[in-house]
């Protein structure tokens, strides 16, 4: 571990719940009758899953949702609180039920099915008291959101705003309040088709820079792709006379085909800074960062189920330990490809001692 991280508070607020992970041989037909070929209930939700990755990697991380007194939620809790996850900050409603998901995880096309059932009561802000707000940010380093309970988490946001503790945002698809959040993050890490949803674009790449151009604070965005790496864009105030200027589809174009599809290792390539151009929405000066996924042999994959959160919650780690821009998506792939070697969100995550992550621990 890095000892630049020893001690590392990281503050999350958002979701938190209890996976039902039924795997198939096969995903059913309507009105089909199947077995499952292994079942696991374990604690989920993008917060949890993202905080839980950060601890096992070295930081402290301490956690704002809530959950409802009753066997799952208390689960829950016992389960964040193994992986030394701070709890003390959630609230817990003496009524109500803890927010749950069934996760169907289809064997034979390597893909999962999240049908969620949210808890109630919602959380919302006078859950949180002001006191116990600023206990939570005394120290940290880094806050992560990842868009739900927005009522709470803007709260949340200004107070970090106000402390100078930087924002990660995790933005996985369009939701209530996610804009608010979204003008005062610092990194973002987006799902694969939030981009172009956000920003109505027409490619990847362009919808990257227009969410540069709209978000005036953001340092870089992230688009993960699953299997196909993922695509960053860094902001450079380091424009100079000289830099050239490029149309941002064809940059990447050119990226993708300096790919080094041979490795099985994750591998990130990047452009110079260059000023990025997309037809119709504008230019920003920036790197382009294209990195490559793990190349898992397909008796290895397991669940792809919060590979995105195991992602997020490596960049949380990257970030306090200063990582650069290639070292940490290679180590962010490394990390989610580890997950994805067993059933569910957390099983399968690495603790900083783990080899395969020494490369990048030294």
């Not at 803890?98 to 959380?123: A, E």
């Not at 988490?153 to 100078?164: G, L």
């Not at 996610?178 to 694969?192: G, I, N, P, T």
């Not at 990582?323 to 399968?348: N, Q």
Request: proline residues 5%.
């Amino acid at each position: 571990m890095s000892r630049a991280c020893e001690n590392t508070v990281v503050v999350g607020c958002g979701a938190v719940s209890v996976d039902f992970l039924a795997t198939v041989a096969a995903y059913p037909k309507p009105d089909e009758k199947i077995r499952t070929t292994s079942f696991k209930v374990q604690g989920g939700g993008n917060t949890g899953n993202a905080l839980t990755c950060a601890s096992r990697l070295g930081l402290k991380p301490r956690i704002i949702s809530k959950v409802a007194d009753d066997t799952q939620g208390r689960e829950v809790l016992r389960e964040l609180e193994a992986d030394g996850v701070d709890t003390s900050f959630m609230a817990v409603s003496q009524e109500g039920t803890t927010p749950f998901t069934y996760v169907i995880v289809d064997s034979q096309n390597k893909s999962r099915t999240c049908i969620h059932t949210p808890g109630y009561p919602p959380m919302k802000p006078v859950d949180f008291p002001k006191s116990s707000l600023l206990t939570a940010l005394n120290g940290a380093k880094i806050a992560y959101f990842d868009g739900r309970l927005h009522e709470t988490a803007i709260v949340v946001a200004h107070e970090a705003v106000k402390k100078n503790i930087p924002i990660l945002m995790d933005a996985e698809r369009l939701r209530e309040g996610l804009d608010d959040l979204l003008k005062l993050a610092d990194y973002v890490v987006c799902a694969a088709e939030f981009p172009q949803a956000w920003t109505e674009a027409s490619t990847v790449p362009k919808a990257l820079v227009c969410m540069l151009l709209r978000l005036s604070n953001i340092k870089f965005v992230i688009v993960t792709l699953g299997k196909d790496g993922c695509i960053m864009l860094e902001r450079s105030f380091n424009e100079g006379p000289s830099t050239e200027e490029m149309d941002v589809d064809q940059l990447l174009e050119s990226l993708e085909m300096r790919k080094n599809r041979s490795s099985h290792i994750p591998t990130c390539i990047s452009s110079s800074v260059t000023k990025l151009h997309a037809e119709g929405i504008g230019t920003v000066c920036g790197k382009l960062y294209v990195g490559t996924a793990e190349n898992i042999p397909p008796s290895e994959l397991i669940d792809t189920t919060g590979a995105g959160d195991a992602f997020s919650g490596s960049v949380l780690y990257a970030i306090c330990a200063n990582f650069t821009p290639e070292k940490m998506l290679c180590f962010a792939a490394t990390v989610a490809a580890s997950k994805c070697r067993a059933i569910g969100a957390r099983t399968g995550l690495p603790y900083h001692t783990d080899p395969c992550l020494a490369s990048f621990m030294n």
